[in-house]
């Protein structure tokens, strides 16, 4: 089987868990003996390679106009991807299925799917009407949802990682139930497999002293993320646990807002924003870090709390989203209510205040990941997807 995939992003270039999903899938699928060919753009670098006779990165380069809005940009993106598209069809086709991730590379699957008759698998990892917690407050983010619509109209299959996910679906698209199959996002844990033993107690120092616990978030730093609540719990978890340090790592427009609000409120001794971190540092901070937190407001999934999880450090969630169906409270760790920064205080002091709890809930998290949301798993889930879709087309003269 052969295998067109377009993605927005694809490593080095990744912005959230869309990136690090497809970067995971494709090698997985590959594995399976399925020929897969992923196209995305080039906007951080990398070169065009073959990682193995079954799978093959195509970065098609973009000149965008200074000054351009993002959406403006993604359709130039389209145009030309699509163009690439259609010569790769010509030079190394035929395909079996075209799969297109989201929104942002979604009209160009289209205009692949009519010229070439591809029958198309779409994976929607989240809804510009579900960042906007049931609205759409621009003209962006009405075109965005239009488009988020058409995508799943045009689809032969629609993959959804999440029922929270397929519900939403529904609502917002009436997308038929029957249309939808529900696969989980994954994590691999052999980054994380690869530190145990490791000395990390150097690199601990950077963030905290050896008495001191440590509490972790990473993530863009935007409203839905939930970090305002977390900054405002920060107080509540002193008063019971006062030699506590929280890092807040990653970028995002919040930011300096959320800096702001630390500074505010008197925290700069015990909360840490250092902005970006590599992906090394991310995960020995997972690894040092005796509790991650997920406070967000809106999560169509939650792939960060499966790395947590995958680095065997106690988690604390909303329950809210795709995070329910990720984290079971009190077997794979603490959820918490949304927006509650008295509820987030809680569940942070419970984990540091009982280890042996967390310990034990620890070891179900990681099961969890090796057996449900292992991407082995996953990819023969897909494959599934894709063969049930191959088989139907034989039966249209479309």
Known sequence: ?????????????????????????????????????????????????????????????????????????????????AAYCQQLLGQAGPFDVLHNHDWLTAVSA????????????????????????????????RAINSVEWELTYEAWRVIACT?????????????????????????????????????????????ARPHEKIVF?????????????LIRSVPAVLASMPDTVFVIAGRGPELEAMRA????????????MPGFVSEEDRNRLFRVADCAVFPSLYEPFGIVALEAMAARVPVVASEVG????????GETGITVYPGDPASCAWGITHTLQHPEWAAMRVQNALHQVR????????????????????????????
């Open 163 to 207: 029922e929270f996910m397929r519900h939403e679906l529904q609502a917002y698209f009436q997308t038929p139930t029957d249309k939808i199959d529900v696969i989980p996002n994954g994590v691999s844990t052999a980054a994380f497999d690869a530190l145990e033993g490791v000395d990390l107690a150097d690199f601990r120092r950077n963030y």
């Open 1 to 81: 089987m052969r295998v067109l995939m377009l993605s927005w992003e694809y490593p080095p270039h990744i912005v959230g868990g869309l990136g690090q999903h497809v970067a995971d899938l494709a090698p997985a699928l590959a594995r399976l003996g399925i020929e897969v060919h992923v196209v995305t753009p080039s906007r951080q670098g990398g070169e065009a390679h073959t990682d193995s006779d079954s799978l093959h990165v195509h970065r098609v380069p973009v000149s965008v106009a200074p000054g351009m809005s993002f959406y403006d940009e993604a359709m130039q993106t389209n145009h030309v991807l």
């Open 322 to 329: 795709g995070l329910r169906e990720v984290v079971t409270h």
């Open 371 to 398: 057996t449900v949301f292992n991407w082995d798993v996953i990819a023969s889930q897909t494959e599934s997807v894709y063969r049930r879709v191959v088989a139907e087309r034989t039966l249209t003269d479309w």
């Open 217 to 229: 978030h990473v993530g863009r730093i935007v409203y839905e993320k939930g970090i305002e609540t």
């Open 261 to 272: 609000l630390v500074a505010s409120l008197h925290l700069e001794h015990r909360v840490k």
């Open 110 to 141: 289209r205009t692949i799917k009519l010229d070439s008759h591809l029958p198309l698998v779409a994976t929607v990892h989240a809804t510009e009407r579900g960042r906007g917690r049931g609205e759409l407050a621009s003209d962006q983010a």
